[in-house]
């Protein structure tokens, strides 16, 4: 069962396989095979359901990418880049080869990594399951059909989930690795069934090759307005970057992965991937309706297997349920997976302190510290004596996936800042009213509220107080949203305790950015919290 053949075979990559190869097949026949081949199964009203085992997210620990000529002065080696040295990755290619060519099917997808025709990568998924080519053919952008005759690509990902890899020989940690060669332009995923391995390769395989042509590749959601005007939010997962960029009225670019060029926000994905876990018809309808679509692929949500109903609020098989479908399921999703150059820039946290304001105006320098910061708050854990939250600093909201150092990043987003003028916000969706478990989340609607009046440009007219802490601008009153949460200090009871937390989440931000201080210029380190006197 083939189509759409590459005139540039496996041969020509030096990839010998007796298996039977299924090129760039799509929806229909990739759901087909996974049924048949025992994969998934169908749920009650389409989507494909199917368990990832024991991975049932990102291995980070087991990500390297070798350390050659290519990446030695390029990477910024460390706790996010590991490395791998070139004699382990040959034998790891060489294994990976060798259990290539026991597969009996093989399931190759000739792919684009990016919407914008002169900034995409030409990328080939080569994949052992059926559902894990549906994955990657829905999450990239996918050719028009004369465009894979001789389709030649710049890059490969080989994905094995039953290859088992052999830390003594391969350089790793466990049997589980994911290994980037820039050099030779190849990917190697083994061990690990779960489908955002092969996604998030290709955003850390963009954020390598763009920034170099002056291109900000970005972890972030981002759509458009009816007059044309973009907005990009930056997020860690769980601050509602894919729920708030989801607006009924405005058009939707994208909800995770996009480049900010000369000339446009473009998606670097032709699908969306939303956690699923709790999901409901009231809050999130737009992603709610894709788990009743044909087409949509569900990771280890929970289904009754007589009857095929979905229960998304059981995370007995993993917190981090999750569902993949192209973004065309979303109604209001933009044709071309482009809009032009933002005028908004919105970074997203869950402070679960409750110290943060719902809101906050950023200049260019303090957008770039807080960039450089990706900061979110984890709420108190399950451990035994656990009761405070946990700060998270993940820099460029993104930092897993960042190959270079986060200087060029935030550089080139400060360069793209000035020279649009665009308005920069920082928006809590965590904690008001106290910290986690004392106060209570953030209303949505309060959220939304605030963001349409950043956005529109209406806020940007009000009377803002500056905060004692971080120095940012945060709003006196906003139409439509109570004005006490406005100011968090006063939703405490406690205002001492309040006071305290506060100190204590300066002082993290403060020992955080320690290491990114000799980076940046000095309007920017003077952007820095300090206690209030």
Known sequence: MSERISSHGLDSQGFVSGAMLHWNLTTAPLVELAIRRGEGLLAKDGPLVVKTGRHTGRSAQDKFTVRDAETENTVWWGKSNKAMTPDAFANLKADFLVHL????????????????????VKVRVINEYSWHSL??????????????????????????????????????????VIAVNFTEKLILIGGTEYGGEMKKSVFSLLNYLLPPQGIMPMHCSANIGPNGDTAIFFGLSGTGKTTLSADKSRTLIGDDEHGWSDTAVFNFEGGCYAKMIRLSAESEPEIFATTTRFGTVLENVVMDETDRTLDLDDATLAENSRGVYPIDFIPNASERNMGPVPKNLIML?????????????????????????????????????????????????????????????????????????????LVNTGWTGGKYGVGHRMPIKATRALLNAAIDGSLKAGQFRRDPNFGFEVPVSVAGVDPAILDPRQTWTDKDEYDRTAAKLVQLFVENFAEFESHVDDGVRQAAPRVAA
């Open 349 to 425: 946290t869950a402070d679960a302190f409750g110290v943060l304001p719902p809101i906050a105006r950023l200049t260019p320098d303090q957008a770039m510290y807080h960039f450089l910061s990706g900061y979110t708050a984890k709420v108190a854990g399950t451990e035994i004596g656990v009761t405070e939250p946990e700060a998270t600093f993940s820099t460029c909201f993104g930092a897993p996936f960042m190959p270079r150092h986060p200087s060029v990043y935030g550089n080139l987003l400060k360069q793209r800042i000035a020279e649009g003028r665009v308005d920069c916000w």
């Open 135 to 176: 994955f990657i053919r829905t999450m990239l952008v996918r050719p028009e059909t004369d465009e894979l005759a001789n389709f030649v690509p710049e890059y490969t990902i080989i994905d094995l989930p039953t290859f088992r890899a052999d830390p003594a020989r391969h350089g790793c940690l466990g049997e589980t």
């Open 101 to 120: 060519g026991t597969k009996q099917d093989l399931f190759i997808q000739d792919l684009f990594g990016g919407s914008q025709p002169e900034h995409r």
